[in-house]
């Protein structure tokens, strides 16, 4: 039991790094001001994760808050909820063929 929920703990892990690296990789480098400009925009939307880092760091968020604040509000976390289900039926299926070469 121990092993299978420290299997899906860094299934999550390794989904949310994957999905959170694609979606920084796709908005592309942004400068600090760009950055700034993005946050400032979504705390004026009033968005979750916005509020978050104000709550936590107050109103002067270190630059690398801001820029986890806009990639995650822009990678819609929420919506690829399937996400860990495909890694860890890949993780299950890689399992199972390690273990049939092996033998009994």
Request: charged share 15%.
């Amino acid at each position: 039991m121990a092993r299978l929920l420290f299997q899906a703990m860094i299934v999550l892990a390794l989904s949310l790094g994957l999905l959170l690296f694609i979606t920084a990789r796709g908005l592309g480098p942004m400068s600090q001001g760009e950055t700034i400009v993005r946050y400032a925009a979504l705390l004026a939307q009033d968005a979750p994760a916005a509020r978050l880092v104000q709550t936590i760091m107050g109103d002067g968020p270190p630059q690398w808050a801001m820029g986890l604040c806009v990639v995650w509000e822009r990678a819609n976390v929420a919506g690829f909820w399937w996400v860990p289900l495909v890694l860890a039926l890949i993780v299950w299926l890689v399992g199972r063929a390690a273990r049939r070469r092996r033998g009994p």
